[in-house]
């Protein structure tokens, strides 16, 4: 069964310091697709960063960079020079092609905490 | 550009009732799923569209959950005789067509926030 697992309830980071929030996974398929989402109070989940399987080079998008370590089945979130706006619930998520049909699998996420 | 809409924003209700909560996607995307999200936790998923139909049923809780799309645009998910477990926010989104589906990133609504009293 696929599973996604973020193991830190809760992170505190000081504001322009950098944080990262752990992911690991559990899968048997071999082509995939890993997310970050950002959850702010408003609710709208917001997409952060993607990672295909098959490539080895960790995305990245400006500020935020991912350490994909596909052999131990982790995809952890880096964030620099963290800002206050980038406190939120933070959600990994692994996609994958089940029968007919595309899922998204959430870990239980990480609050993120932004101090001044 | 218009984003994932969803309504009502919030919604109270007495155990017992039936809800219907509505989900308007981006225009032109052609998968949409819904999601349930109980207080503090991951997202459960629900159900998916591609276009009308609904290959994936497999996340509906029970037999009183239910969902349908028309038009291939916007879709209903109506819980009957709701329980207070159902209490939650239930989150929209919507993907686009072409390429690999499973590379397209999902755009998520804001979500209805469903209390049962």
């Known amino acids: 069964a696929q599973t996604v697992t973020q193991s830190q309830p809760e992170m505190s980071v000081q504001e322009a310091e950098t944080v990262t929030l752990s992911c690991t996974y559990d899968t048997s398929e071999s082509d995939y697709y890993l997310f970050w989402y950002k959850q702010p109070p408003s609710r709208q989940m917001i997409l952060v960063i993607r990672?295909?399987?098959?490539?080895?080079q960790n995305a990245t998008e400006n500020r935020f960079s991912v350490n994909f370590q596909k052999a131990a089945k982790s995809f952890s979130l880096k964030i620099s020079d963290s800002q206050l706006g980038d406190a939120a619930m933070y959600f990994c998520a692994y996609r994958f092609r089940m029968d007919s049909s595309y899922k998204l699998i959430f870990g239980s996420g990480t609050r993120l905490l932004v101090r001044p | 550009g218009a984003g994932v809409s969803q309504s009502p924003s919030n919604k109270v209700t007495e155990k017992g009732k039936d809800v219907e909560l509505r989900c308007d996607p981006i225009s032109g995307h052609t998968a949409l799923y819904w999601y349930r999200q109980s207080l503090g936790q991951g997202l459960e998923f629900l159900i998916y569209?591609?276009?009308?139909?609904?290959?994936?049923k497999s996340g509906l809780p029970s037999d009183r959950f239910s969902a349908e799309r028309t038009g291939g645009s916007v879709s209903t998910l109506t819980i009957q005789r709701t329980q207070q477990e159902d209490s939650a926010v239930y989150l929209c989104a919507s993907s686009p067509p072409g390429g690999p589906v499973s590379n397209q990133p999902q755009h998520f609504g804001d979500g209805t926030r469903l209390s049962i009293l």
């Open positions: 569209f591609q276009g009308n139909s609904a290959p994936d």
């Open positions: 990672q295909e399987a098959y490539k080895q």
